[in-house]
């Protein structure tokens, strides 16, 4: 990729290219000068991924009311009723506004087309075929490369927020790009880099998915909300990358069975394949804990055969397409499925407005947590989060980001750090140790079903790790880098190597806050189950905090 010029600061600043930072880049003034910044191309990330749909109340026979129920209902009393009231009567609007930018949903009748997904009342499930997240990031992309306000910087990675020390106010950050580490000054940073679903060895999420967002922002000093809540969805294709085979097949009336071809869900719960997540992902877990050899490695089946298979070929091409290259007719075969780490409902702490404790930091979509998905999100509602607050940007106060005056920039200390200063190859060795090892130990441990001896065990061994990780040569240079000084890098491969190091960072940072926030609530509510403590506690029915080191109960 050719090399370009980037400022040293902008207006406002959006880390991450998924649907929350592409939309929020377009709803921003555009009397602001925007930079988008995203570790990969515009292109990839897990809204790209999405393929149920966007949920949204248009129906004549549906209303925001029964899309607010359906919401508290999935969220096991956790939900923030303002955010979530709020979410879903702005949510009709926001469709018309996705509409008018150019996403082609489906239509009915030049209607728009509907389908029910599981714990929804009504059929309010908008889609495009089976892939609305690629139809909907595609559309924004191509609006935000025409906007001459925002510039998009690729392959770049953000390591850190740079706050001011008397104020606590976020300037900016720390940006490496082409080889070089410098930092990027802002009125306005917004985090927006997705899940960190990369955590668990078992996930749908793509390799993006880092947790980088809510890393950097903790260790900045934000307030973090809800961080045990991980939702596990129930029906990820057994085959290497866990393509996910979408709630709306089973909406559409597939059916989960068991090697006998038993409908054995309905054993869980009344619903069957139609309870909410957690419920059919816990149904899976612990009917292979009885049934299998192996629970481990084994699979149950989704059979799309109840299904009309012009119904299928019209909906779902994607799935066919995938399921075709592992040698799967989806129209003469079950497919065989389990469930994996799908959304973090955990996240950075903001308000309506999308602002955090931090002055002059902002966080968007599944980086942040509004409140509105509570314990346990409810199907489709996730690409809705991110348009929904994401338009709220567009309130903001553009004469207080605009950087009217171009400051001088502060006396730049430059380290030239030469290729010799680190053995480059055992490092690499000791960082990718830890990559491959650290999602095995939190899947097993804070996965479906958790307890207290093996979640201790795994913040132990998380511990370790980050010791050894502090101890490396090259964070002994990053850990200290301050505001008044850059790095150029003198080694080819230093954008592999360097990713690999800020990532690796990143998970080790969320395997903690995950661990500990597991441990700390003694109970189970939603995506979060203690076999320990299998029962909803009423006095848990209050959010999990965490600043610093310091994990609190209280709202926000």
Same mark, same amino acid.
């Given at each position: 990729?050719?090399?370009?010029?980037?400022?040293?600061?902008? +207006?406002?600043?959006?880390?991450?290219?998924?649907?929350?930072?592409?939309?929020?880049?377009?709803?921003?003034?555009?009397?602001?000068?925007?930079?988008?910044?995203?570790?990969?191309?515009?292109?990839?990330?897990?809204?790209?991924?999405?393929?149920?749909?966007?949920?949204?109340?248009?129906?004549?026979?549906?209303?925001?009311?029964?899309?607010?129920?359906?919401?508290?209902?999935?969220?096991?009393?956790? !939900?923030?009723?303002?955010?979530?009231?709020?979410?879903?009567?702005?949510?009709?609007? !926001?469709?018309?506004?996705?509409?008018?930018?150019?996403?082609?949903?489906?239509?009915? +009748?030049?209607?728009?087309?509907?389908?029910?997904?599981?714990?929804?009342?009504?059929?309010?499930?908008?889609?495009?075929?089976?892939?609305?997240?690629?139809?909907?990031?595609?559309?924004?992309?191509?609006?935000?490369?025409?906007?001459?306000?925002?510039?998009?910087?690729?392959?770049?990675?953000?390591?850190?927020?740079?706050?001011?020390?008397?104020?606590?106010? !976020?300037?900016?950050?720390?940006?490496?790009?082409?080889?070089?580490?410098?930092?990027?000054?802002?009125?306005?940073?917004?985090?927006?880099?997705?899940?960190?679903?990369?955590?668990?060895?078992?996930?749908?999420?793509?390799?993006?998915?880092?947790?980088?967002?809510?890393?950097?922002?903790?260790?900045?000093?934000?307030?973090?909300?809800?961080?045990?809540?991980?939702? *596990?969805?129930?029906?990820?294709?057994?085959?290497?990358?866990?393509?996910?085979?979408?709630?709306?097949?089973?909406?559409?009336?597939?059916?989960?069975?068991?090697?006998?071809?038993?409908?054995?869900?309905?054993?869980?719960?009344?619903?069957?394949?139609?309870?909410?997540?957690?419920?059919?992902?816990?149904?899976?877990?612990?009917?292979?804990?009885?049934?299998?050899?192996?629970?481990?490695?084994?699979?149950?089946?989704?059979?799309?055969?109840?299904?009309?298979?012009?119904?299928?070929?019209?909906? *779902?091409?994607?799935?066919?397409?995938?399921?075709?290259?592992?040698?799967?007719?989806?129209?003469?075969?079950?497919?065989?499925?389990?469930?994996?780490?799908?959304?973090?409902?955990?996240?950075?702490?903001?308000?309506?407005?999308?602002?955090?404790?931090?002055?002059?930091?902002?966080?968007?979509?599944?980086?942040?947590?509004?409140?509105?998905?509570?314990?346990?999100?409810?199907?489709?509602?996730?690409?809705?989060? !991110?348009?929904?607050?994401?338009?709220?940007?567009?309130?903001?106060?553009?004469?207080?980001?605009?950087?009217?005056?171009?400051?001088?920039?502060?006396?730049?200390?430059?380290?030239?750090?030469?290729?010799?200063?680190?053995?480059?190859?055992?490092?690499?060795?000791?960082?990718?140790?830890?990559?491959?090892?650290?999602?095995?130990?939190?899947?097993?441990?804070?996965?479906?079903?958790?307890?207290?001896?093996?979640?201790?065990?795994?913040?132990?061994?998380?511990? *370790?790790?980050?010791?050894?990780?502090?101890?490396?040569?090259?964070?002994?240079?990053?850990?200290?880098?301050?505001?008044?000084?850059?790095?150029?890098?003198?080694?080819?491969?230093?954008?592999?190597?360097?990713?690999?190091?800020?990532?690796?960072?990143?998970?080790?940072?969320?395997?903690?806050?995950?661990?500990?926030?597991?441990?700390?609530?003694?109970?189970?509510?939603?995506?979060?189950?203690?076999?320990?403590?299998?029962?909803?506690?009423?006095?848990?029915?209050?959010?999990?905090?965490?600043?610093?080191?310091?994990?609190?109960?209280?709202?926000?």
């Amino acid at each position: 990729m050719p090399d370009i010029d980037i400022p040293n600061q902008f +207006d406002v600043l959006v880390v991450g290219a998924g649907a929350a930072g592409l939309y929020t880049a377009l709803c921003l003034p555009k009397s602001l000068k925007i930079g988008l910044i995203t570790k990969e191309t515009v292109s990839l990330s897990a809204s790209d991924w999405a393929q149920g749909g966007i949920a949204a109340a248009v129906d004549p026979e549906d209303s925001p009311k029964l899309h607010i129920e359906d919401t508290l209902k999935a969220g096991a009393g956790l !939900c923030d009723l303002a955010a979530v009231e709020f979410l879903a009567e702005q949510a009709p609007s !926001c469709i018309q506004s996705l509409v008018n930018l150019g996403v082609a949903f489906d239509r009915h +009748d030049n209607h728009l087309a509907l389908t029910l997904e599981a714990a929804h009342s009504r059929p309010r499930v908008l889609h495009a075929a089976d892939t609305t997240g690629r139809e909907v990031t595609t559309t924004l992309t191509d609006q935000v490369l025409r906007r001459e306000n925002i510039q998009v910087i690729q392959q770049a990675l953000a390591l850190s927020l740079w706050i001011e020390p008397k104020t606590g106010h !976020c300037l900016g950050i720390s940006l490496f790009y082409q080889g070089k580490i410098t930092w990027i000054k802002a009125s306005a940073v917004i985090l927006a880099t997705g899940g960190g679903g990369q955590v668990f060895a078992q996930t749908t999420n793509p390799g993006v998915s880092t947790g980088d967002g809510v890393a950097i922002a903790w260790r900045a000093g934000a307030i973090l909300r809800d961080l045990e809540f991980v939702q *596990f969805h129930p029906t990820a294709l057994s085959k290497p990358g866990r393509f996910l085979i979408s709630e709306a097949v089973r909406g559409e009336g597939a059916h989960l069975v068991d090697d006998t071809g038993r409908r054995f869900a309905f054993d869980y719960h009344p619903a069957g394949e139609l309870a909410p997540r957690d419920v059919v992902s816990r149904a899976i877990f612990s009917h292979l804990q009885k049934t299998a050899a192996d629970p481990a490695t084994a699979n149950v089946w989704l059979d799309m055969r109840p299904i009309p298979a012009d119904k299928i070929r019209h909906r *779902f091409p994607n799935i066919i397409a995938v399921c075709q290259h592992w040698g799967i007719d989806v129209f003469t075969q079950p497919i065989p499925v389990s469930p994996a780490a799908h959304y973090w409902m955990g996240g950075v702490s903001t308000d309506v407005m999308n602002r955090t404790n931090i002055p002059g930091l902002y966080a968007i979509g599944e980086t942040a947590n509004t409140g509105v998905h509570g314990a346990n999100r409810l199907a489709s509602n996730s690409l809705l989060e !991110c348009i929904v607050f994401g338009a709220q940007m567009a309130n903001v106060d553009d004469e207080k980001l605009r950087i009217t005056q171009i400051d001088s920039p502060p006396n730049i200390e430059t380290i030239d750090f030469s290729s010799s200063a680190i053995d480059w190859e055992n490092e690499q060795r000791q960082l990718e140790a830890i990559r491959e090892n650290l999602p095995r130990v939190v899947w097993q441990s804070a996965g479906i079903c958790r307890e207290k001896s093996s979640l201790e065990n795994a913040i132990s061994q998380v511990v *370790f790790w980050q010791q050894e990780f502090a101890a490396l040569p090259l964070s002994q240079l990053l850990l200290t880098l301050q505001s008044t000084q850059s790095v150029n890098f003198h080694q080819p491969q230093i954008e592999k190597e360097l990713r690999l190091w800020a990532e690796t960072r990143n998970l080790l940072d969320i395997a903690e806050l995950i661990l500990k926030s597991a441990a700390f609530r003694t109970e189970s509510r939603g995506g979060h189950y203690r076999l320990d403590y299998p029962e909803t506690d009423p006095n848990w029915q209050i959010h999990t905090l965490v600043q610093n080191q310091e994990w609190w109960i209280g709202n926000r």
